[in-house]
């Protein structure tokens, strides 16, 4: 299973982490009977459960402490969400945001387990009234997710339910993808906020966008669906896609250029990628569509990108 590679961005400050609302928290009282659910890991670690719980905090600063607190409890039937994998060393509110502050364990958490866990305590701690987003760091430094992009401001509804209570290993993202305009000629991004399984790494979500199409009818694909990724890997910036050889014949209606550029420009949105290795069958001694050498490491082209 792949997991999460976090990179520390040690000159983001407090200071720069968005504010998602007020510039000061409202002390607000919660009435009384009020129910909340508190969220925690199952035991296998694959989807995330919540449990009906009604506080006795009134206040906001009672409720965080309460709730954080409830988190850390051992529980019998699901995993104790916070103390044992990692804890919260600290919290502060900014505006109506809240801001808390993990130990140096986060960083030891596989992948999909990383986002439950993110989705069990954001899912618990947005049910306060003055708690409109919540934003994790690590050592005091954002945390950031696989491609080194700020995590940032999380709410609630960012992790998607399944069966009502039950959050399984999906988030969202922003994708800038590019495809081609009408002639076939230039490259025109796309941005698409794409829900997808933590299982699988962004790259390889790009190039499944790409085989997918624009669906918009102002844009065509650049990649015929038929074409098969054997595999897609990212080491020191450069991104490797590897193509299988059967179906590199069908190809799109576009220009060889726009072709290839689609692939390295969308891909090259990525924090983590600067390059592009391209190749089919493991082999980069062929050429693309007869007038491209893969023999090259491509970088982003932005001279045929024009807008709609």
Same mark, same amino acid.
């Given at each position: 299973? %792949?997991?999460?590679?976090?990179?520390?961005?040690s000159?983001?400050?407090?200071?720069?982490?968005? !504010?998602?609302?007020?510039s000061?928290?409202?002390?607000?009282?919660?009435?009384?009977?009020?129910?909340y659910?508190?969220y925690? /890991?199952?035991?296998? #670690?694959?989807?995330?459960?919540?449990?009906?719980?009604?506080?006795?905090? #009134?206040?906001?600063?009672?409720?965080?402490?309460?709730?954080?607190?409830?988190?850390?409890?051992?529980?019998?039937?699901?995993?104790?969400?916070?103390?044992?994998?990692?804890?919260?060393?600290?919290?502060?509110?900014?505006?109506?945001?809240?801001?808390?502050? *993990?130990?140096?364990?986060?960083?030891?958490?596989?992948?999909?387990?990383?986002?439950?866990?993110r989705?069990?305590?954001?899912?618990?701690?947005?049910?306060?009234?003055?708690?409109?987003?919540?934003?994790?760091?690590?050592?005091?430094?954002?945390?950031?997710?696989?491609?080194?992009?700020?995590?940032?401001?999380m709410?609630?509804?960012? *992790?998607?339910?399944?069966?009502?209570?039950?959050?399984?290993?999906?988030?969202?993202?922003?994708?800038? /993808?590019?495809?081609?305009?009408?002639?076939?000629?230039?490259?025109?991004?796309?941005?698409?906020?794409?829900?997808?399984?933590?299982?699988? !790494?962004?790259?390889?979500?790009?190039?499944?966008?790409?085989?997918?199409?624009?669906?918009?009818?102002?844009?065509?694909?650049?990649?015929?669906? #038929? %074409?098969?990724?054997?595999?897609?890997t990212?080491?020191?910036?450069?991104?490797?896609?590897?193509?299988?050889?059967?179906?590199?014949?069908?190809?799109?209606?576009?220009?060889?250029?726009?072709?290839?550029?689609?692939?390295? $420009?969308?891909?090259?949105?990525?924090?983590?990628? $600067?390059?592009?290795?391209?190749?089919?069958?493991?082999?980069?001694?062929?050429? *693309?569509?007869?007038?491209?050498?893969? !023999?090259?490491?491509?970088?982003?082209?932005?001279?045929?990108?024009?807008?709609?």
């Amino acid at each position: 299973m %792949r997991k999460l590679r976090f990179t520390v961005l040690s000159a983001v400050l407090l200071l720069l982490i968005p !504010s998602c609302g007020l510039s000061q928290p409202a002390d607000t009282e919660v009435s009384d009977g009020d129910v909340y659910r508190v969220y925690y /890991l199952n035991k296998d #670690e694959t989807r995330v459960q919540g449990e009906v719980y009604t506080p006795v905090g #009134e206040t906001s600063e009672e409720l965080i402490r309460e709730l954080l607190g409830v988190l850390a409890e051992e529980n019998l039937k699901l995993k104790q969400t916070l103390g044992i994998d990692t804890s919260i060393t600290g919290y502060s509110m900014d505006g109506n945001q809240l801001i808390l502050n *993990f130990d140096s364990s986060y960083m030891k958490f596989k992948h999909t387990t990383e986002i439950l866990f993110r989705a069990a305590v954001v899912r618990t701690m947005n049910q306060i009234d003055s708690v409109e987003c919540i934003s994790f760091q690590v050592d005091s430094n954002t945390l950031t997710d696989s491609a080194g992009n700020p995590i940032g401001a999380m709410t609630a509804d960012m *992790f998607i339910d399944n069966a009502g209570n039950e959050i399984n290993a999906y988030e969202k993202v922003k994708l800038t /993808l590019y495809f081609s305009n009408e002639e076939g000629t230039a490259l025109i991004p796309k941005t698409e906020e794409v829900v997808y399984s933590s299982n699988i !790494s962004l790259e390889k979500l790009v190039m499944e966008k790409l085989l997918e199409g624009p669906g918009d009818e102002r844009l065509k694909a650049t990649l015929s669906p #038929e %074409r098969k990724v054997n595999s897609i890997t990212v080491k020191d910036g450069i991104c490797y896609v590897n193509f299988d050889a059967s179906n590199m014949e069908i190809t799109a209606n576009v220009t060889e250029e726009v072709s290839v550029y689609s692939i390295v $420009n969308s891909l090259s949105e990525l924090k983590n990628v $600067n390059k592009v290795q391209i190749s089919i069958d493991g082999e980069n001694n062929r050429m *693309f569509r007869e007038n491209i050498s893969l !023999s090259n490491v491509f970088e982003r082209n932005l001279d045929l990108v024009k807008t709609k």
